[in-house]
């Protein structure tokens, strides 16, 4: 009984599969560290302050969940101690018509057309000033900063990926 063996030849190349699988991880791994680099790439002043306004909206919408939970709490006349400090943090008294007041007045910050423009040109008229000098941005700038290189960080990382593994799939003979 004899086995035929294939005839290599000079100029045949024999790959493994398991190289091939590393090479491809490998383009893929390469591809994706190239494309992190995007978190430093600039964004616009129009992103930056929507993403600030949204962020800020969104803890407007946070607070305002915070004191209808003490609202409720009060009207069962159990305040807890989270409560009392969050009250107390917000500088309102545990009184259900101040708490509705500093409601609204929470609300009319991100909802009323005049305070939202006054929020969005604040933010547009220091875009410079806080690229430039980290130090002056308040909780919800520093955060918006954060979300937009993080977010390129991550788009950039995922195409890079994807272009690696493209690259190392046209380059295989497989």
């Not at 939970?69 to 009207?75: D, G, H």
């Not at 101690?81 to 917000?90: D, F, R, Y």
């Amino acid at each position: 009984m004899s086995v035929n063996y294939p005839q290599i030849t000079p100029n045949m190349v024999y790959t493994s599969p398991a190289a091939a699988k590393k090479r491809k991880a490998g383009a893929t791994i390469l591809g994706g560290m190239l494309g992190m680099t995007a978190y430093y790439l600039p964004f616009t002043k129009d992103e930056f302050v929507n993403k600030a306004f949204k962020i800020t909206k969104n803890e407007a919408n946070a607070q305002i969940v915070s004191l209808t939970q003490a609202v409720k709490e009060i009207e069962k006349n159990a305040l807890s101690s989270e409560s009392k400090m969050i009250l107390q943090e917000m500088g309102v008294n545990p009184d259900i018509r101040e708490i509705t007041q500093k409601c609204m007045d929470i609300d009319k910050k991100v909802s009323d057309p005049d305070s939202v423009k006054t929020l969005k040109t604040y933010f547009s008229n220091n875009f410079k000033n806080f690229k430039k000098n980290p130090h002056l941005m308040d909780n919800n700038c520093s955060d918006a900063f954060k979300a937009l290189k993080w977010n390129k960080f991550k788009w950039g990382m995922g195409i890079g990926a994807a272009l690696g593994l493209a690259f190392s799939l046209l380059s295989s003979r497989e």
